[in-house]
């Protein structure tokens, strides 16, 4: 364990705080062969009174859904495997596993080994873990290569766990020339040479002094087969099998497909596989690889099938596996009968990424399949693909799945494929094209008869004219969706009913809290999980459009984290949007910035989810005076007239009126603003007060009609101070400063200025100026600007100062009294500090500080 110290030592004291209570997630990383499950195994054996439960991530074949978790209930036993074994659903297996591990009485350490490989609900399971690790005497120990690069859901996943405060993590760098020259002192080898050829990594070096290679060019490939090429010829044929099972390799399966016992005990004699149990493992998967990758095409097919026929035999139910090998071997019949149950058994466990994979491979087999086999595979497809927002490729199935059903003269799935599309063409932000699909649906299903199917399609169009604001139909069409669906007792479309039903009342300004929690309430009962996590976004986007940030940020929280819990990633990327609108409208910019900029880097790209954020990005940009505004609003503009409804237009428009606004370009503004009033059709009061102020505040000569929420409505009444106190209250003081700056009286510019300029919106800050000097007040405050210029991180006087005493470890509470500000203002510096240094939290920005301002 050469220059490893370090990292056992942080691991030792992770294992000691779990035991005081205190649990603890330890993310390994390194890259391949540098040590990482050494480590570990050197911790197992030295740490006494703990109990280790090891599982690993296989990276042979799409992966079983939640496999390192099965591994655990294998060894862990009691009510986790039982559950396992009668297949219960992933929330009852996470909540199993941690029962499991935090029962008192001793210390649990919990090994995931390459969560690289790992699949969605894997990665899932580790951040229902890291958020339930506190006093729990629990150590979960993740490995992962990071040689190249982490990306994707793995990437997503590791920032979601890095932010958890039972998190630590751990990072192993290859050995230096120093420790290779240990390594191979007495060897004959040359340390220079080995440390060249080998970048310090533990594993190669120990791989090249055991088969003895010292020509160049080597890897680890060259290694490990000088090493299995001194097994005689059957334990050789041996190796190719087990490295074909995959990271663990049944010792009794080996025995069937390879009978001659003797060439069998070869291997764990030759090094490059070990006893485990029950099971042989590879040394590293390094060497696995390096032997799979070297086996001819024709003995790889030989092998998978004979596999497939050893597994068929014993009966094995993991279908994954199963279709790995058929595929490998060329049987098409079953691929078809192992991969659509595969993929199902992944869907119902939240690994959508692993079933649409199984979806994509059974297809791949099924030209010679019926017109309904082909048409189920690609709904299951379209499904999977729609909730990884892989929405082009949702739509293609789709639209191959009413193919084959209208081939095949089935009106009733046809019906309901053509619902599937509307949802789908929704998600893509083209409006037209899903209400076209949803009537279409509607139309072939009511010649059919009352049917579930039927149902579902009113409470598919329903939603469409709830979104087009078309609220009267909408209501007529879901309380027809809710009357079958209780006659046929589909609670999953109740649930969608009632919650159209509900965000119509409240854009009618009813009252719609219980009917939204009631298809809540129905959706967990019924454990319909993508129908509990629409009414959880649409119970914080209503909240957040009506600027009531105390329910929101309540129901933002259980919604991130029950989308979370169930590989929701499509819903938990819009809950995650509209927490960062929160953030926008309350000032806390930076944050707003920061969360939008990490949902971009995301894998799920889908229109609607971009639309939000790009209009977010543009309007925080166009009040720093920012570049980049046009950018977005432009695009957003496009996404918004493609799907044509009210809502979206509406704040597209305003939010370019406002640029231009602040651009100094009155004209364009007026005209977007007017462009706003003409495609609301809404009779949302907030959405009618905001367009109604854009109005004013353009010099349009345009009105609207009907009622409009209190602060705008204080606004238009020239009552400035009420108008003021409003948004104050509700915390939004960039509200606060517009609407001062529309008084045109000299205390309430001023007061408009402070505000602007502790916010950092640099461009409101110059529109004040203007104001004043137009009013030919004196002593105009001269902001920001030249001291931000000097300052080496682009801070203002006042952000420096708050960085400052944020560095020493100062809460928001102690910044204000030592400043004379309140935590509220402190925490909006806080957002623009950490916006303007690019860092995600107050600890880097504090290490920012200490090193730039020294």
Known sequence: MLEREGALGAVRKCVVEAGRGDGRLVLLAGEAGVGKSTLVGVLRGELGGVRWSWSACDGLFVPRPLGPLFDLADQLGGDLWRRCVAGGDREELFRALVREVAAPGVVDVVVVEDIHWADEATLDLLRFLSRRLRDAAVVVIATYRDDEGVSGALRVALGDLAAQPSTRRVRLAPLSLESVRVLVEGSGFSADR????????????????????????????????????????????????????????????????????????????????????????FRHEIARLAVAQAIPAHRAHSIHQRLLTALCARGCADEARMAFHAEECGDGEAVLRYAPAAARRAARLGSHHEAAAQFERALRFADRAGLVVRAELYEGLADESALLGRLPVAEEAAEKALASWREAGDRLREGAALARLSRIRWALCRGRDAVVAARASVSVLERVGSSVELAEAYATLANQRMLHADYDTATALARRAQKLAAQFGVTDVLSDALNTEAASRSCQGLEWTALMRRALDIALAGRHQQQAARAHVNLSVI???????????????????????HGLATYAIRLRGELANLYERTGRWGEALAVTNELFRGVDQSPVNRLCGLVRLGVIRARRGEPGVWECLDEASAIADGQDEPPFRVFTRLARAEAHWLAGDGLAARREAESAEQTAGTRVDWHRGAVAVWLRRTGSERSTCGDVAEPHRDLLNGDTNRAVDAWNRLGCPYEAGMALLDSDQDAFL?????????????????????????????????????????HPLGLTRREHEVLGLLAEGHTNAQIGGHLCISAKTVDHHVSAILAKLGVPDRASAGRVARRALA
């Not at 490939?221 to 299995?228: F, Q, T």
């Not at 909240?543 to 819990?565: H, K, M, P, T």
């Not at 950092?760 to 600007?785: D, F, H, N, Q, W």
């Open 543 to 565: 909240a957040v459009e009506r600027w009531q940030f105390v329910e929101a940020e309540q129901y933002l929280a259980e919604g991130i984290e029950y989308c979370d819990d």
């Open 194 to 281: 080995a440390f060249e050829l080998t970048g310090g990594n533990p594993f190669y070096v120990a791989e090249m002094l055991h088969a003895g290679v010292t020509e160049v060019p080597v890897s680890a490939r060259d290694v490990v087969l000088a090493r299995a090429a001194r097994l005689g010829g059957a334990a050789r044929g041996y190796l190719d099998v087990a490295a074909m099972i995959g990271a663990k390799v049944e010792v009794s399966l080996l025995a069937e497909v390879c009978p001659d016992l003797v060439a069998l005990d070869e291997l764990p004699a030759s090094g490059l596989l070990v006893v485990d149990g029950r099971w042989f493992r």
């Open 750 to 790: 001023r007061q408009a200025f402070t505000i602007f300029t502790e916010l950092g919106a640099s461009a409101a800050v110059m529109l004040t100026r203007r104001a004043l000097r137009r009013l030919g007040a004196r002593a105009i405050p001269a902001g920001p600007r030249t001291a931000t210029r000097a």
